[in-house]
Nanobody
Framework: QVQLVESGGGLVQPGGSLKLSCTPP????????IGWFRQAPGKEREGVGC????????YVEESVKGRFSVSTDKSKMVIYLHMADLNVEDTAVYSC???????????????????????????WGQGTQVTVSS
């Protein structure tokens, strides 16, 4: 059973920054890609970015590129979502997901949004709320 635990959400003012953490106990980061997703009220879940099991390669969706980034601390087994210049449209529940790799790799434009996040449908965390408001 793959478990994913998110933390770090909260209330932040527009223009502010926040760092979310995803801890996947029981799995090795060499065999799973970890992705960050968000779901705002009344909207479908959308991907934000991911990190591959292969040498920590990351991918970030165009909608947040330049403001969001994904990183990994393998020594702590934590995957971070760094968010900067936040605006009210970033308000959502942020969750991390996992997909087994290799032999196929899913942290890419195809493996993410272009395939409708199909490959990421099995493993999800509970999510952490991020609210951007003044």
């Amino acid at each position: 059973q793959v478990q994913l635990v998110e933390s770090g959400g909260g209330l932040v003012q527009p223009g502010g920054s926040l760092k979310l953490s995803c801890t996947p106990p029981g799995i090795t980061l060499n065999t799973y890609a970890i992705g960050w997703f968000r779901q705002a009220p009344g909207k479908e879940r959308e991907g934000v970015g991911c990190v591959s099991s292969a040498d920590g390669i990351t991918y970030v969706e165009e909608s947040v590129k330049g403001r969001f980034s994904v990183s990994t601390d393998k020594s702590k087994m934590v995957i971070y979502l760094h968010m900067a210049d936040l605006n009210v449209e970033d308000t959502a529940v942020y969750s991390c997901g996992a997909v087994s790799e290799p032999p196929y790799y899913f942290c890419s434009a195809f493996g993410f949004k272009e395939s409708g996040y199909f490959f990421w449908r099995h493993h999800w965390g509970q999510g952490t709320q991020v609210t951007v408001s003044s």
